[in-house]
């Protein structure tokens, strides 16, 4: 590279350097499509809180960089040897900051920084402010979460963190996988770096109200998926957010469905007597789960099955797990019916319907195996009597579990839903059905 483009190279990396001192006030990092430098200035764009490139000097700024990057801190004879003095340090940070922005798919480079940070060159805060400007542009940078997750895993240790400053953090964070997620469909990224953090705020649960957070995940999720109804990487998320409603308590619980302005029970029973077989009286049927406690819901949904299994069965976990599955049943209805012919709907269909098939055989410790229903020995109650020669498998008799009235319910639901989706020409109609058929072994009653 000759003097002259040396020169303006340099100059560029200095003008980004600047406007990266403000990293503060930067929330984005743009590319900027100019063939040519026709006005004779400096190709470094800042406006407002955006930072910007001029695509002209890009590859000269890059091999630039790369070049210097790699034979000067990255060569193998010195890795070891050389310790990266004051002035390297900042020239190092420079030199990354600006081949980062412009191609972040470069582990080795991310590694670098991960040293400068344990080394304290680099702050915490300034270093996750700057991979928001490289989500900015390239919002599904594997690198660049994983970085992230470096660095968050990092600062949720410190025990000496404010509420204030977690507040801030989880506003920021979500804030981060949300334009990611907006910028780019079915970005599973994003959603799976969202995913970890919420698992990670589970070891400073006690700072804050982790079960309103799960609550206003699973709003966010209602009104996400609603907007975007082919993107499946959102779906994903929001079965995760189902799971987690499930962990409330009783006072959550209330505040759940207050929030939500739903009522799951009354919901719940009016869909079951609708679906109910046709010699009981829908009316009594919805009465009855309106007025029975968990337990007998459970009993009354389960009763035509005999249950061998002496364990404890949390009856208020499962007609909870019932009542949020039934809800997400009716959304998904109203949303195929809206949105006609998305494959994803009828994919998360078949996560609702499979979920509320396992209920239950996990009830009556049922297990599916080469295509047939076969009875599991229950492990917590075999424990005294480990000495005892195990029982083989056993087929196990489907018209008994197929006549219990939660089975009827469901598959007389599907029946409706799948004849008239079809009656609507939906060619996923009949794809939902041979997944009911095959996938869930449901040929013999469907």
Not at 52 to 66: I, N, P
Not at 238 to 246: A, G, S, T, Y
Not at 265 to 288: C, D, G, H, I, Q
Not at 392 to 412: A, G, H, P, Q
Request: some cysteine.
């Amino acid at each position: 590279m000759d003097e002259d483009k040396s020169a303006l190279v340099e100059k560029i990396i200095k003008d980004v350097h600047n406007v990266l001192a403000k990293i503060d006030e930067l929330s984005s990092f743009e590319i900027i499509p100019v063939d040519t430098n026709y006005q004779n200035k400096s190709p470094v764009l800042h406006l407002e809180n955006c930072l910007g490139l001029e695509s002209w000097c890009v590859k000269h700024v890059y091999m630039f960089c790369y070049s210097e990057l790699m034979n000067k801190y990255c060569a193998k004879q010195n890795s070891k040897t050389k310790k990266v003095s004051g002035v390297d340090a900042d020239r190092f940070c420079r030199l990354l900051n600006v081949i980062l922005l412009l191609n972040p798919e470069l582990s080795t480079f991310w590694n670098r920084r991960r040293a400068l940070v344990q080394n304290c060159v680099l702050e915490k805060s300034t270093e996750l402010h700057f991979t928001r400007l490289v989500l900015s542009r390239k919002p599904k940078c594997n690198d660049a979460f994983s970085y992230r997750r470096w660095l968050l895993d990092a600062v949720l240790q410190d025990d000496t963190l404010s509420s204030n400053y977690l507040e801030n953090l989880i506003n920021e964070e979500l804030s981060i996988c949300e334009l990611a997620s907006d910028k780019c469909p079915n970005n599973y990224h994003s959603w799976n770096q969202r995913m970890w953090f919420i698992n990670k705020l589970q070891a400073v649960e006690k700072q804050f109200d982790i079960h309103m957070f799960y609550i206003k995940e699973y709003i966010f999720s209602e009104r996400w998926i609603a907007k975007h109804v082919s993107d499946f990487s959102c779906f994903h998320y929001r079965q995760f957010c189902m799971k987690n409603i499930l962990k409330l308590n009783n006072k959550s619980w209330k505040r759940f469905e207050k929030m939500i302005e739903v009522r799951l029970r009354e919901n719940f029973a009016r869909e079951v007597a609708k679906n109910s077989p046709t010699y009981l009286n829908n009316s009594v049927v919805e009465m009855k789960l309106l007025l029975y406690s968990e337990e007998n819901v459970i009993k009354n949904l389960l009763s035509l099955s005999t249950k061998k299994c002496n364990c404890v069965v949390n009856c208020v976990y499962l007609c909870r797990k019932l009542e949020v599955l039934y809800h997400e049943l009716a959304l998904n209805n109203e949303l195929i019916k809206f949105y006609k012919y998305h494959e994803t709907l009828w994919y998360h269909r078949r996560f609702i319907i499979h979920e509320i098939i396992m209920i239950i055989y996990d009830y009556f410790g049922l297990t599916r195996c080469n295509g047939a229903l076969v009875k599991m020995h229950c492990k917590v109650c075999s424990l005294d009597n480990t000495w005892e020669k195990q029982a083989k498998m056993v087929r196990y008799d489907c018209d008994d579990i197929y006549s219990c009235t939660l089975f009827e319910v469901i598959l007389s639901h599907e029946r409706k839903f799948i004849q008239e989706r079809r009656n609507d020409f939906d060619i996923y109609a009949d794809r939902h059905e041979r997944y009911l058929k095959f996938s869930e072994g449901l040929s013999g009653v469907m």
